[in-house]
């Protein structure tokens, strides 16, 4: 069974920072990549940011330069350093995990974090 804790949501102020830090079990973590997603009331679930097994990252644009993605495979954990935070970056934050083969690809996701930011 996989499971996700997902952890370091919460209120901040515009400008301040937040490391979400999510630990997943049940799967071979350093075979899955990772990711962050966030959705905002009444939009879509979009992707933030992305780390591959091997570690390579990629970001949305309107978080380049602010967030950063990492991964820790001996503790099964994923982080997202969030620094400069702004209203428009309020929203659920949920860690998600997937490992793609030649016929199946296996998805996962986190129960979700919220992230408001707000003064």
């Known amino acids: 069974q996989v499971q996700f804790v997902e952890s370091g949501g919460g209120l901040v102020q515009p400008g301040g920072s937040l490391r979400l830090s999510c630990v997943v079990s049940g799967i071979t973590f350093s075979a899955f990549a990772m990711g962050w997603y966030r959705q905002a009331p009444g939009k879509e679930r979009e992707l933030v940011a992305g780390?591959?097994?091997?570690?390579?990252?990629n970001y949305a644009s309107y978080v380049k330069g602010r967030f950063i993605i990492s991964r820790d495979n001996a503790k099964n954990t994923v982080y997202l350093q969030m620094n400069s935070l702004k209203p428009e970056d309020t929203a659920v934050y949920y860690c998600n995990a997937e490992r793609k083969l030649i016929f199946t690809t296996y998805t996962y996701w986190g129960q979700g974090t919220q992230v408001t930011v707000s003064s």
């Open positions: 780390i591959t097994s091997g570690g390579s990252t």
